[in-house]
Nanobody, 122 residues
Framework: QVQLVESGGGLVQAGGSLRLSCAASGRTFSNFHMGWFRQAPGKEREFVAAITSRGTTTYYGDSVKGRFTISRDNAKNTVFLQMNSLKSEDTAVYYC???????????????WGQGTQVAVSS
C-alpha cells in the first residue's frame, strides 16, 4: 500500500501561483511513477502532469503546458506541482496518484490521494 497526502491548495487570483505537494509513505517511493490529475465540478477527471520514477521524463496535459511544472524529490518521498499563470479554468480538486509499470497519462493509477482544492478567482 501507498498512502498519498496532498497539500498546498487554496484560493488564488488569476495570474497567481501555487505549489502543490504530495507526500508518499508506505512503500519505496522511487519505484513509482507519479501523476497529478484534477476534477472540476460536473467534469471528468483530467490528466495534468506525470513524472517517471527517477524523475527523468515529464508529461503534461495540453491545457497546462508551459504553465505547470511537475517535479519530485525521492529523498523526501514527495512530488510537487508548481502552477504558474493560473486561470479560472484551473479551478478543481487536484489529486496525486502513483503507479508502477509504465508511466501513464490515463487515470489508471494504482494509488490516489484524497485531493486538495484549488480555486482561482478571476
Amino acid at each position: 500500500q501507498v498512502q498519498l497526502v496532498e497539500s498546498g491548495g487554496g484560493l488564488v487570483q488569476a495570474g497567481g501561483s501555487l505549489r502543490l505537494s504530495c507526500a508518499a509513505s508506505g512503500r519505496t517511493f522511487s519505484n513509482f511513477h507519479m501523476g497529478w490529475f484534477r476534477q472540476a465540478p460536473g467534469k471528468e477527471r483530467e490528466f495534468v502532469a506525470a513524472i517517471t520514477s527517477r524523475g527523468t521524463t515529464t508529461y503534461y496535459g495540453d491545457s497546462v503546458k508551459g504553465r505547470f511544472t511537475i517535479s519530485r524529490d525521492n529523498a523526501k518521498n514527495t512530488v510537487f506541482l508548481q502552477m504558474n499563470s493560473l486561470k479560472s479554468e484551473d479551478t478543481a480538486v487536484y489529486y496525486c496518484a502513483a503507479k508502477t509499470g509504465l508511466v501513464s497519462t490515463r487515470d489508471t493509477y494504482d494509488y490516489w490521494g484524497q485531493g486538495t482544492q484549488v480555486a482561482v478567482s478571476s
